[in-house]
């Protein structure tokens, strides 16, 4: 079997296109006047919602990547959990998904694709969201994701845009994949790192979600951490939200090990971040490697939820219960000179 990261050209090129970037290319797109739109491309979430008449509403989403480990069942189920995750991020429940392949004429062989739609299956199957087909083509760089199709009452839709002042912020993961996937591709990866990376890529926002939807209307916004960052993700929820985000670095959940490898280990994601979101950002009290982090991309990232802080210690209880390693890391603020502040 070949070594999957190997095969990636470029971790810069893998990385999303950036949020300014983004916006422009869909700002041109013509307006959409179906009014069984709920949210789309105009706003910053990064699912879509359609109201479908007489039933639960749908959620939509898609999201492929190159691979991020060698193990290609662990890559299909990484790719399969951050696609499922935008689906959880917005109170749905995923019900069907497309596989998005991209698979080079040599190099690969058919076993090592099999293990990569065998891991995603496995992902799939624990979500209860069925696999109806997709779309492979021939490409000289491995990409692998899906399309994921959700339920979701249209009245109980989370958007990052709902964030009140007052509200406690919780996350379910720890931060720094992106950090420990530089590292892998690398060969410098610490062990115990990747190990700890690999377990929270696999997990299933599911049950995050599942403890939020308990609290029903305590929630009051919610997105997942992934390609932007954390002060990117926390950023578009501010700013969604006409409030500021105050970010305890003392409270992030983080993946051990992460932290010291952090400068030496930068993707092209990471930098892209610091250029579109620094300037907004006030993390002048963080070294060097604390700012790393707070800006490095996530795959399969944790829910960021903006929470009732009468509700969020409670909230905080159901989701450790759970196994989750969720912390509360911040508040919501007034709107202040920054829309995203970390504190040590
Ligand atoms: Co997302
Ligand atoms: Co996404
Ligand atoms: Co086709």
Redesign the pocket.
């Known amino acids: 079997m070949p070594n999957l990261t190997e095969l990636v050209a470029c971790a810069g090129c893998a990385s999303k296109l950036a949020a300014g970037e983004l916006a422009r290319v869909l700002h041109d797109l013509p307006p959409q006047t179906d009014p069984n739109v709920l949210v789309d491309f105009r706003g910053s979430d990064?699912?879509g919602i359609y109201r479908w008449p007489g039933g639960p509403a749908l959620v939509q989403?898609?999201?492929f990547f190159t691979p991020i480990v060698d193990d290609p069942f662990t890559y299909g189920q990484i790719a399969a959990a951050?696609?499922l995750?935008?689906v959880y991020a917005m109170g749905g429940v995923p019900v069907t998904a497309l596989a998005i392949a991209a698979m080079p004429e040599t190099g690969i062989d058919g076993d090592t694709i099999r293990q990569i739609f065998l891991g995603g299956f496995d992902k799939l199957r624990e979500a209860g969201a069925a696999l109806l087909g997709g779309h492979t083509v021939r490409d000289p760089e491995v990409k692998f994701g899906y399309a994921v199709t959700g339920r979701v009452d249209a009245d109980r839709v989370w958007t990052n845009a709902g964030a009140r002042v007052g509200d406690r912020l919780i996350l379910t993961k720890p931060l720094g994949t992106g950090i420990c996937g530089t590292a892998i591709k690398n060969k410098r990866a610490p062990e115990p790192l990747v190990t700890a990376a690999v377990r929270s890529m696999t997990t299933l926002n599911k049950r995050a979600a599942e403890a939020l939807t308990t609290f029903g209307d305590a929630v009051h916004a919610c997105t997942?951490v992934?390609?932007f960052g954390l002060v990117g993700h926390s950023t578009e929820m501010a700013l969604g939200s006409h409030a500021s985000i105050a970010i305890e670095f003392s409270r992030l959940p983080i993946l051990p090990g992460a932290l010291a490898i952090a400068s030496a280990n930068r993707s092209g994601g990471m930098g892209t971040n610091k250029q579109q979101f620094a300037p907004t950002a006030d993390t002048s009290a963080l070294g060097e490697a604390e700012v790393d982090l707070c800006f490095d991309p996530q795959t399969s990232g944790g829910l960021l939820a903006s929470v009732d802080a009468a509700k969020a210690d409670e909230i905080l209880a159901v989701m450790q219960a759970a196994g989750l390693p969720a912390a509360v890391i911040g508040t919501v603020t007034p709107r202040g000179g920054s829309f995203v502040s970390v504190r040590r």
């Open positions: 990064d699912a989403t898609v999201d951050n696609a995750s935008d997942d992934t390609g």
